[in-house]
């Protein structure tokens, strides 16, 4: 959805569209001194985007993505951030489509792999989702990464490898009480129920 000429910003400059960011792309954004002030306008967008993104108001970020990926078709972080509310409203096969099409953009942010693996594992592609995971952590350590590769590891079966994510997942965030819990269930499930109380004990 584009906004009219005299509809407000989508960049949240408080400016009409005509006098901000239409003006900054009819000036053209290949042109040396527009390319830097076009970037920054479509960072700011982006910024806007995720504000609504966070307060739930999903078609009001999608219109911003989508109207960023009008002006930039392969700008990485508008489509995985369009591939999320994609998610998030049950198109995960779009959602997949999109966030793949953001790591061939840019392979090096991790978030884009962690995305693709928790979608890919809603849809049961436990193979392709346990890989991006794994890619995610190559590229930095991230006690949610770990936490959702032994939630993909444990519902495999794959116990003892779950657990070893799960261990890391709280060895770096030991304050998070679903982590704890995590590793406490198959810890359960193995029969290490003293281990199960204290990681239960410390989720409380």
């Not at 960049?11 to 005509?18: A, D, E, I, N």
């Not at 989702?129 to 936490?147: D, G, Y």
């Amino acid at each position: 959805m584009k906004a009219g000429r005299n509809d407000p910003c989508p960049c949240g400059s408080g400016r009409k569209y005509k006098h901000c960011c239409q003006a900054k792309e009819a000036g053209g954004v290949g042109q040396a001194n527009a390319g830097r002030p076009a970037q920054a306008a479509m960072a700011q967008m982006i910024q806007t985007g995720i504000r609504h993104h966070n307060a739930g108001q999903l078609a009001q970020a999608e219109a911003i993505y989508r109207q960023v990926l009008q002006i930039e078709p392969a700008r990485p972080d508008a489509l995985n951030l369009l591939g999320l509310i994609a998610h998030q409203t049950g198109h995960n096969e779009q959602a997949v489509s999109l966030i793949k099409t953001a790591i061939s953009a840019n392979k090096r942010v991790p978030d884009y792999h962690h995305n693709l693996g928790n979608i890919l594992l809603a849809l049961g592609h436990f193979d392709e989702a346990e890989a991006c995971m794994r890619e995610a952590l190559t590229l930095a350590p991230s006690a949610e990464v770990n936490n959702n590769l032994g939630n993909a590891l444990q519902t495999q079966g794959r116990i003892a490898e779950a657990i070893e994510c799960y261990r890391r997942a709280v060895k770096l965030k030991p304050d998070s009480p679903v982590m704890w819990n995590n590793l406490g269930g198959v810890l359960q499930a193995l029969g290490a129920i003293e281990e199960a109380i204290l990681c239960y004990r410390r989720a409380l």
